[in-house]
């Protein structure tokens, strides 16, 4: 930054009052402090997962259930009846056709699969029986009025099923237990128990930490939810391993795969854009059929967010005129049905155990609903600050927008909501100059046709763009405040007052949950004290991406604390503005396009923002904005960096998180081998031929992409929490009851070494041999390693412990 920037800028925090404390928050959180331990310190922290995941089944479309129900559905024979009649064009019905004739791959995402009933044990059986229940809380209960759905008859005239691939998930589990009449009984409870936490409320599958995981300095921090969710990963390959061999799908040509995927899948966009809102939902929106005790209502709930997420979408079109992106009556409407929700993230929530302990007193002891909520805002705004140190570095969603993708009704997504008009120009702006869009050096955007902007595609110079995260674009992941209701003012309610407002302007509805980048975890709605991260895409790694995420996370949350009780960090020093939240929000969404800059105000009156700034080299005066700095994407992230190192040396050293931030500077500086986007990309390349993701068309990278993540990267997580099982494994030898010793050599074949069968059945899984007894047993190995983490983490066979009240942390509705 040059010396006048630095002169202004120290002259602005003078002119605004400087870095005062806060006497009332600084006295009530003395004795939160009073032990020298900031909340969300190394022996503070607790944590949890929830993990979005893809499926797909693979087959021929006279195997799968996907194309079976759309061929079988009154929507496909009234279509063909209209076009006969001529009450609809041809050409609809033969664009569906074609995409049911093309499955060049054979993989169809996010498909149900059908098997016999009489493949499940009696276990699954009743497990089954009891999800199709309307109120699981009552024995009595009639039958869901759709269960119907959930059965079809086989072509031999025999009972059969058709579930998501979600909720096969939880049926295999309950089978594993089903056909083991002799499985010792502490781990039967095991298996009940772990069942809640497979969940299908969305088009995606979700599964929950299976225990609470304490962040401890001797654990790694961050290496222990890292390591608890990759060997949740590992159970879920294993399962669905095990349907697949089980319930006879690989013999009626269907095979189910679950991989970490974060874009909704190019085919399932291309149906989008065939068929209407209502049957999209028909046969994506999940049942609901585990986790919740009326699964209808939850259902209902689903379709309620895909039609208004699919309404806000139409909505920001409006917006997009308003702001002057749009100065022309020609624009390509958003399809009324919309794919977000297709998309899959990691959500990572923290606890303060020190927070949560005084809020379970009586009154709320010295850190009341009122103070929870106070600080609990602040903190969130706070960390915001640094979030861009995350996007691209630890997790990211690399993907390929074409030239025919950049009408700013489409590409833009859902940031007419989520940012002001002014930084929604500057963005759009900014992203046009930085894409391949030039031709004869004269910028160009499509013109709506497909037919010629398909063409316009294929000429040199309009290739398109590359972005590192676009997951964060095509998802609403934090709606911007009203002028009159801030998200996060540090006042109760406010939240239900900002929903009002959005409903009342159509962008949100109030009966849904607000959309945050980090939610504020209330002792009240959770039970718990503490925050949940929801900017996470996907992780190459477990152990080299998520556990680093973890830890900087952890990290920020307790310098949040640090900042409010040493006075640094205070609400009027961050004003609760829609442009405040704007500003400092747009760099968070211009890290994730790949944007190589930014624009601040010159008299802004963020001056938690300005203590970066004067740290950020390369600030400039804008020209072609007066009144704002101009700043580098780069240079902010290392300033923030700095900030982190400098304010947080004393949590850097009790954390043990040097380490960490050395390797984040690595991932900063040398982003194409570091970080995650760099890595991701050149792994999608690998069999391409070409270094660059614009020397591939858009649908070829992405379709390479999808194909990584299913195959490749499926495998490598799968290894990755396999080696990580093996030293648990060996303790088994010696953990555990006897009997559970006892059965354990009985299922090896009496071999003593658990290392050795372990490599064997992992070897066997490597060559595709795993099968019947022998997957079974490895399955059986996991879940004993897993029943020892929970019983570690305070929790019994017989479901006692502290988790069953904290479940509802990771559940993110």
């Given at each position: 930054?040059?010396?006048?920037?630095?002169?202004?800028?120290?002259?602005?925090?003078?002119?605004?009052?400087?870095?005062?404390?806060?006497?009332?928050?600084?006295?009530?959180?003395?004795?939160?402090?009073?032990?020298?331990?900031?909340?969300?310190?190394?022996?503070?922290?607790?944590?949890?997962?929830?993990?979005?995941?893809?499926?797909?089944?693979?087959?021929?479309?006279?195997?799968?259930?996907?194309?079976?129900?759309?061929?079988?559905?009154?929507?496909?024979?009234?279509?063909?009846?209209?076009?006969?009649?001529?009450?609809?064009?041809?050409?609809?019905?033969?664009?569906?056709?074609?995409?049911?004739?093309?499955?060049?791959?054979?993989?169809?995402?996010?498909?149900?699969?059908?098997?016999?009933?009489?493949?499940?044990?009696?276990?699954?059986?009743?497990?089954?029986?009891?999800?199709?229940?309307?109120?699981?809380?009552?024995?009595?209960?009639?039958?869901?009025?759709?269960?119907?759905?959930?059965?079809?008859?086989?072509?031999?005239?025999?009972?059969?099923?058709?579930?998501?691939?979600?909720?096969?998930?939880?049926?295999?589990?309950?089978?594993?237990?089903?056909?083991?009449?002799?499985?010792?009984?502490?781990?039967?409870?095991?298996?009940?128990?772990?069942?809640?936490?497979?969940?299908?409320?969305?088009?995606?599958?979700?599964?929950?930490?299976?225990?609470?995981?304490?962040?401890?300095?001797?654990?790694?921090?961050?290496?222990?939810?890292?390591?608890?969710?990759?060997?949740?990963?590992?159970?879920?390959?294993?399962?669905?391993?095990?349907?697949?061999?089980?319930?006879?799908?690989?013999?009626?040509?269907?095979?189910?795969?679950?991989?970490?995927?974060?874009?909704?899948?190019?085919?399932?966009?291309?149906?989008?854009?065939?068929?209407?809102?209502?049957?999209?939902?028909?046969?994506?929106?999940?049942?609901?059929?585990?986790?919740?005790?009326?699964?209808?209502?939850?259902?209902?709930?689903?379709?309620?967010?895909?039609?208004?997420?699919?309404?806000?979408?139409?909505?920001?079109?409006?917006?997009?005129?308003?702001?002057?992106?749009?100065?022309?009556?020609?624009?390509?409407?958003?399809?009324?049905?919309?794919?977000?929700?297709?998309?899959?993230?990691?959500?990572?929530?923290?606890?303060?155990?020190?927070?949560?302990?005084?809020?379970?007193?009586?009154?709320?002891?010295?850190?009341?609903?009122?103070?929870?909520?106070?600080?609990?805002?602040?903190?969130?705004?706070?960390?915001?600050?640094?979030?861009?140190?995350?996007?691209?570095?630890?997790?990211?969603?690399?993907?390929?927008?074409?030239?025919?993708?950049?009408?700013?009704?489409?590409?833009?997504?859902?940031?007419?909501?989520?940012?002001?008009?002014?930084?929604?120009?500057?963005?759009?702006?900014?992203?046009?100059?930085?894409?391949?869009?030039?031709?004869?050096?004269?910028?160009?955007?499509?013109?709506?046709?497909?037919?010629?902007?398909?063409?316009?595609?294929?000429?040199?110079?309009?290739?398109?763009?590359?972005?590192?995260?676009?997951?964060?674009?095509?998802?609403?992941?934090?709606?911007?405040?009203?002028?009159?209701?801030?998200?996060?003012?540090?006042?109760?309610?406010?939240?239900?007052?900002?929903?009002?407002?959005?409903?009342?302007?159509?962008?949100?509805?109030?009966?849904?949950?607000?959309?945050?980048?980090?939610?504020?975890?209330?002792?009240?709605?959770?039970?718990f004290c503490g925050f949940e991260g929801r900017y996470y895409s996907l992780f190459p790694s477990f152990g080299a991406d998520m556990a680093a995420a973890v830890s900087l996370q952890q990290l920020i949350s307790a310098l949040a604390f640090q900042y409010m009780a040493s006075g640094l960090g205070q609400h009027r020093t961050i004003p609760d503005t829609p442009q405040c939240e704007s500003e400092r929000r747009q760099i968070f969404f211009g890290r994730a396009l790949g944007l190589p800059t930014f624009y601040v105000r010159r008299d802004s009156r963020n001056r938690f923002l300005l203590r970066i700034l004067r740290r950020t080299a390369g600030v400039r005066v804008?020209?072609?904005?007066?009144?704002?700095?101009?700043?580098?994407?780069?240079?902010?992230?290392?300033?923030?960096?700095?900030?982190?190192?400098?304010?947080?040396?004393?949590?850097?050293?009790?954390?043990?998180?040097?380490?960490?931030?050395?390797?984040?500077?690595?991932?900063?500086?040398?982003?194409?081998?570091?970080?995650?986007?760099?890595?991701?990309?050149?792994?999608?390349?690998?069999?391409?031929?070409?270094?660059?993701?614009?020397?591939?068309?858009?649908?070829?990278?992405?379709?390479?992409?999808?194909?990584?993540?299913?195959?490749?990267?499926?495998?490598?997580?799968?290894?990755?929490?396999?080696?990580?099982?093996?030293?648990?494994?060996?303790?088994?030898?010696?953990?555990?009851?006897?009997?559970?010793?006892?059965?354990?050599?009985?299922?090896?074949?009496?071999?003593?070494?658990?290392?050795?069968?372990?490599?064997?059945?992992?070897?066997?899984?490597?060559?595709?041999?795993?099968?019947?007894?022998?997957?079974?047993?490895?399955?059986?190995?996991?879940?004993?390693?897993?029943?020892?983490?929970?019983?570690?983490?305070?929790?019994?066979?017989?479901?006692?412990?502290?988790?069953?009240?904290?479940?509802?942390?990771?559940?993110?509705?």
């Amino acid at each position: 930054m040059s010396r006048d920037c630095t002169l202004h800028l120290k002259s602005l925090e003078s002119a605004q009052g400087g870095d005062l404390p806060l006497p009332a928050v600084r006295r009530a959180l003395a004795p939160l402090l009073a032990a020298g331990d900031l909340p969300f310190g190394a022996s503070d922290t607790t944590a949890g997962s929830e993990t979005e995941l893809q499926v797909a089944v693979a087959g021929s479309r006279q195997q799968v259930d996907l194309p079976l129900t759309i061929e079988q559905s009154r929507y496909f024979a009234n279509l063909v009846k209209r076009a006969a009649s001529g009450d609809a064009p041809e050409r609809q019905i033969e664009r569906l056709r074609a995409f049911l004739d093309e499955g060049q791959t054979q993989v169809w995402e996010n498909s149900w699969v059908r098997f016999g009933r009489q493949r499940l044990s009696a276990a699954a059986r009743q497990v089954l029986q009891q999800d199709l229940l309307a109120d699981k809380r009552r024995p009595d209960s009639p039958l869901r009025c759709d269960h119907q759905r959930f059965s079809y008859t086989t072509a031999s005239g025999e009972a059969g099923v058709r579930l998501p691939v979600s909720y096969l998930v939880k049926l295999a589990l309950a089978d594993v237990a089903g056909v083991q009449p002799q499985l010792p009984a502490t781990l039967r409870q095991t298996v009940a128990q772990l069942q809640q936490f497979f969940l299908n409320d969305n088009t995606s599958p979700e599964t929950l930490s299976f225990y609470v995981v304490p962040l401890t300095v001797a654990a790694g921090q961050g290496q222990a939810l890292a390591r608890e969710t990759a060997r949740r990963f590992v159970l879920t390959q294993l399962l669905v391993l095990y349907a697949n061999d089980r319930f006879g799908l690989t013999e009626q040509g269907q095979q189910a795969l679950i991989y970490n995927a974060p874009h909704p899948p190019q085919r399932q966009k291309q149906l989008n854009e065939l068929i209407p809102d209502s049957f999209y939902r028909e046969l994506f929106m999940s049942p609901c059929l585990s986790g919740w005790d009326c699964g209808e209502d939850k259902h209902a709930y689903m379709h309620l967010c895909h039609q208004v997420l699919s309404r806000s979408q139409l909505n920001g079109v409006a917006k997009l005129r308003e702001a002057g992106i749009i100065t022309r009556n020609l624009v390509v409407l958003p399809n009324l049905s919309n794919t977000s929700l297709a998309n899959n993230g990691v959500h990572v929530s923290l606890g303060s155990r020190r927070l949560t302990a005084e809020r379970a007193l009586g009154g709320g002891g010295s850190y009341p609903a009122a103070l929870e909520k106070l600080c609990g805002d602040l903190a969130i705004k706070i960390q915001e600050h640094f979030l861009p140190l995350f996007v691209g570095t630890y997790s990211a969603a690399p993907y390929r927008l074409g030239f025919e993708d950049f009408h700013p009704e489409r590409a833009l997504g859902f940031l007419a909501h989520e940012l002001d008009f002014t930084h929604l120009r500057m963005l759009w702006r900014r992203w046009r100059k930085k894409a391949q869009l030039k031709l004869l050096g004269q910028r160009l955007t499509p013109f709506g046709p497909d037919w010629l902007d398909g063409a316009l595609s294929r000429l040199p110079g309009l290739q398109g763009d590359f972005v590192p995260d676009f997951r964060l674009i095509d998802y609403p992941v934090s709606f911007l405040s009203s002028a009159e209701s801030p998200a996060l003012d540090g006042y109760l309610g406010n939240q239900q007052r900002l929903l009002a407002d959005l409903d009342a302007m159509g962008v949100f509805d109030a009966r849904m949950s607000l959309y945050q980048l980090m939610k504020l975890r209330s002792y009240q709605q959770q039970g718990f004290c503490g925050f949940e991260g929801r900017y996470y895409s996907l992780f190459p790694s477990f152990g080299a991406d998520m556990a680093a995420a973890v830890s900087l996370q952890q990290l920020i949350s307790a310098l949040a604390f640090q900042y409010m009780a040493s006075g640094l960090g205070q609400h009027r020093t961050i004003p609760d503005t829609p442009q405040c939240e704007s500003e400092r929000r747009q760099i968070f969404f211009g890290r994730a396009l790949g944007l190589p800059t930014f624009y601040v105000r010159r008299d802004s009156r963020n001056r938690f923002l300005l203590r970066i700034l004067r740290r950020t080299a390369g600030v400039r005066v804008s020209r072609r904005y007066p009144g704002y700095w101009r700043v580098p994407q780069q240079q902010y992230a290392l300033a923030a960096l700095e900030v982190l190192e400098q304010d947080g040396a004393a949590l850097i050293e009790q954390l043990g998180c040097g380490q960490l931030l050395t390797d984040l500077r690595q991932r900063l500086l040398r982003p194409a081998e570091a970080s995650a986007v760099g890595r991701l990309s050149r792994a999608i390349l690998a069999d391409a031929g070409v270094r660059q993701p614009l020397q591939l068309p858009a649908a070829e990278f992405n379709r390479l992409a999808e194909r990584y993540y299913r195959d490749q990267l499926r495998l490598e997580q799968l290894w990755e929490g396999l080696a990580d099982l093996r030293p648990a494994v060996a303790s088994l030898a010696t953990e555990g009851s006897a009997a559970e010793r006892v059965w354990l050599r009985q299922q090896l074949g009496g071999r003593e070494d658990l290392t050795t069968a372990f490599d064997d059945l992992v070897q066997r899984l490597r060559q595709q041999r795993l099968r019947g007894a022998d997957l079974l047993a490895l399955i059986n190995l996991v879940l004993l390693c897993l029943q020892q983490d929970r019983r570690r983490a305070g929790l019994t066979g017989e479901g006692e412990g502290d988790h069953d009240a904290t479940t509802p942390v990771y559940r993110a509705l």
